[in-house]
């Protein structure tokens, strides 16, 4: 979440803030359940904002579903795609 901070992005700060609580919350968890639900809610959170750290014009990012350009095995939509791949 650092670097996420550093680049000071107002709009992904929603989601850095989201992220923090999700984070405070790891030492309170019960079990293995409260650590999946964290998890979940806090990929969801990431991955919605994501996109919003790529220029779409120069990247043609747009979302990590998808896919038209082959990089051996694996499908991607766009060249960050394909590095995440």
Known sequence: MQFL????RPEVQKAIDG???YA???DKAKGKRDLLRIESRAGY???RNYSRLFDKKKYA???R??????LGSRYASDPINGALN
């Open 45 to 47: 959170l990431y991955f």
């Open 24 to 26: 405070a919350k790891l």
């Open 65 to 70: 579903h998808g896919g038209e350009i082959s």
């Open 61 to 63: 990012f747009i979302s």
């Open 19 to 21: 992220l923090t609580a």
């Open 5 to 8: 901070q550093s680049l000071q």
